[in-house]
């Protein structure tokens, strides 16, 4: 599974506490990450994730080209919907390139906690927290 991870400034807290929940799972996957998030991710839980550029430098549409050409199997965006992203356009070019390409994507911590524990599951990783 090629996962990529991405999470505004008020959601990088959530991306580590979700990716420490499914640390085992994510760990038989190959991660991309936007900057940030990802230097987040192998410091503070030493997952193994290929750091692209921040979001707001091209990260967002780095990660679309890969999903393009068929490199990427799934995005969990968490976005926050609360604060203005100057790299909007990049953003929405993104998830519409998801739905374009039918690739699974989560923008909030519900649907990436569905979608994990699916996928966990189907690896034989779950990790019987409450949803």
């Not at 400034?9 to 991660?31: S, V």
């Not at 990802?38 to 692209?52: A, D, K, M, N």
């Not at 967002?60 to 799934?74: K, W």
């Not at 070019?93 to 966990?120: E, K, P, S, Y």
């Amino acid at each position: 599974m090629n996962l990529a991870l991405i999470a505004h400034d008020a959601k990088k807290n959530d991306m580590l506490q979700l990716a420490a929940e499914f640390r085992p799972y994510l760990q038989t996957c190959t991660l991309m990450a936007t900057g940030t998030t990802g230097g987040r991710l192998q410091r503070e839980l030493g997952l193994e994730v290929e750091c692209l550029l921040s979001g707001p430098l091209g990260g967002d549409l780095q990660i679309g080209a890969r999903l393009a050409i068929g490199q990427v199997d799934a995005v969990i965006f968490l976005r926050d919907p609360m604060t203005s992203q100057p790299h909007e356009p990049d953003i929405n070019a993104l998830v519409r390139a998801c739905d374009v390409h039918n690739v699974a994507c989560a923008t909030n911590v519900a649907g990436a906690r569905l979608m994990l524990t699916g996928w966990a599951d189907l690896a034989g990783l779950v990790t019987h927290q409450a949803i």
